[in-house]
């Protein structure tokens, strides 16, 4: 009999301290479009995130090249494709919002395009898969409007003879938590 009083009242301290984390009346999804992406570098750029409790969220991003002829070196040699799971820990009094750090995975894809002149010279087709850390802010309206702004850096793990050794993550995006 005291086994089971004992066995009962962990089982119930368990899910006292589960239910205290996590605040029915919050809105616990978040929808995205990093804007900056958009406007600078004619990238769509959009994630979903989901607040576990008032502290942390997960989340995955899609990044897509909308432009693919670019005359820009630069641009040609960044990654076409990318998706980017994550996790966050916010570091605030409100609920999942404010100071936040992330640490992030990223498969990405992309072309290393060598010129000499106007002239392709090399062009070779990568993917590979990133492993970082991000910082940022997030603000929130009563009503879910958000806007957040992060940056962050993470470093490719697998293929180092045609990939870029380092990628970057980052920008203002505006969206609405529901």
Known sequence: MKKSILSFCLIASLGVGQAQDVDPSQDRNELKVNVSNLIALAF????????????????????????QSSDNDFLDAYREFSITPYYRQYFSRGYAKGFFVEGFG??????????????????????????????????????????????????????ADFSPSVVGRGGVSLGYRF
Request: aromatic content about 12%; proline content about 0%; overall charge negative.
């Open 44 to 67: 769509a750029d959009v994630a979903y995130e989901r607040l576990l409790n008032e502290e942390s969220s997960v989340g995955i991003a899609i990044l897509s090249n909308i432009n």
């Open 106 to 159: 990223m498969y990405n894809t992309g072309d290393d395009r060598d010129f000499f002149g106007d002239d392709i010279i090399s062009d070779t087709t990568y993917a590979d898969f990133a492993l970082g850390v991000s910082v940022g802010g997030k603000f929130v309206t009563r009503r879910g409007f958000m806007v957040e702004v992060y940056g962050g850096l993470g470093r490719n793990l697998l293929n």
